[in-house]
């Protein structure tokens, strides 16, 4: 039955890599709880699914559609909103004024920091105490 059914859905759907995707679709939809168009003849539900294409009683365009939105993983907008764009191009200029207004830096002298990298030296390990035993 599933070899006929595949022959019939490939003259409906000519390339069989769609073909598998949309039957997939459909068998985890028909698995979800959506209603069958054709009987289930105690068939799996790939192959409803398949039979479904075949007989054409379900919109391949919706499935399609519905497929491109699970397989989506980011969806672009066009155009952000306007009051959006208003709001980010105020923050950008107070950010720019706050960096502009921070003025020249401090420096300080070795003198006024202490003593130099090259002048300190390491700390001394402390000594171990004599041992009384011996």
């Known amino acids: 039955m599933a070899r006929v059914t595949v022959e019939d859905c490939v003259q409906k759907v000519p390339n069989r890599f769609e073909l598998v995707l949309l039957a997939a679709r459909r068998a ?3 698995a979800a709880g959506s209603m069958l168009t054709v009987d289930r003849d105690n068939d ?3 192959v409803v699914a398949l039979r479904e294409i075949g007989d054409d009683t379900i919109d391949l ?3 399609k559609t519905s497929l491109v939105h699970t397989l989506q993983r980011r969806v672009e907008v066009d155009e952000p909103e306007e009051d959006n764009m208003a709001a980010l ?3 950008s200029s107070e950010w720019a004024g706050v960096v502009q207004d921070a003025g020249p830096q ?3 002298s070795a003198e006024e920091v202490g003593a130099t990298s090259s002048e300190a030296a390491p700390a001394a390990a402390p000594e171990a105490p004599e041992d009384p035993f011996s």
């Open 28 to 30: 985890r939809g028909i």
């Open 44 to 46: 799996k539900n790939p």
């Open 61 to 63: 365009d919706d499935l």
């Open 89 to 91: 191009m105020s923050s």
């Open 106 to 108: 401090e420096t300080f």
